[in-house]
């Protein structure tokens, strides 16, 4: 099974401040079909979780260009330029290759200082 | 809008079974894989169990198997997920999604004596 890796997990921040997520996979993202399946979901408290980006780096309709993914092979890197507070909550990195089994980051925890 | 709306969930006692269902509707519900992934209390992101567009194909998470049965009804647009031998470690909000940008909003299911 692929392990995803993320850091740190807890991650306080000032707002308008930039902050930055690591997230590594213990095997390769990269498909046969030449495609990295890499994927950063965010949680706010008592939602469902959303798709930020997808394919390392592919932002999803509706989502701030202050979000930005980053990185290739086994190491992955989520960025938000400047926080704003509507940011906090919960983002995971998820492995989507398809095949199982599908695999999430521990989570790393934004929160306003 | 897509929407995917989970039901069924609620309080069992260890070993008992519950039907989890997930209606889709503005979603071309045919066309795609779908999934369940559980969140437990507190707790990240854990991928259930896969289904593929006609059904014919499933995959299930070690600690699932045998025990939790995807299957689809393409004609109603809806997921089912059949939970027996219910264990308190299942208790979890379940949700319904393509793994892609659709996300239900969860059900809750409370495994407790």
């Known amino acids: 099974d692929v392990v995803m890796t993320q850091s740190p997990l807890s991650l306080p921040v000032s707002l308008g401040q930039p902050a930055s997520i690591s997230c590594r996979s213990s095997?390769?993202?990269?498909?046969?079909?030449?495609?990295?399946?890499l994927t950063w979901l965010h949680q706010r408290p008592g939602q469902s979780p959303r798709r930020l980006i997808h394919?390392?780096?592919s932002r999803d309709s509706g989502v701030p260009d202050r979000f930005s993914g980053s990185g290739s092979g086994t190491d992955f890197t989520l960025k938000i330029s400047s926080v704003e507070a509507e940011d906090v909550g919960v983002y995971y990195c998820?492995?989507?290759?398809?095949?199982?089994?599908?695999?999430f980051g521990q989570g790393t925890r934004v929160e306003i200082k | 809008e897509v929407h995917l709306v989970e039901s069924g969930g609620g309080l069992v006692q260890p070993g008992g079974s519950l039907r989890l269902s997930c209606a889709a509707s503005?979603?071309?519900?045919?066309?795609?894989?779908m999934h369940w992934v559980r969140q437990a209390p507190g707790k990240g992101l854990v991928w259930v169990s896969h289904i593929n567009v006609d059904g014919t194909t499933t995959s299930y998470a070690d600690s699932v198997k045998g025990r939790f049965t995807i299957s689809r009804d393409n004609a109603r647009n809806t997921l089912f997920l059949q939970m027996d031998s219910l264990r308190v470690d299942d208790t979890a909000v379940y949700y319904c999604?393509?793994?892609?940008?659709?996300w239900g909003q969860g059900t809750l299911v409370t495994v407790s004596s």
């Open positions: 394919q390392v780096s």
């Open positions: 503005r979603f071309s519900f045919s066309s795609y894989w």
């Open positions: 998820m492995q989507g290759i398809p095949r199982p089994p599908w695999t």
């Open positions: 999604t393509d793994l892609n940008d659709h």
């Open positions: 095997h390769s993202l990269v498909h046969t079909d030449g495609n990295t399946y």
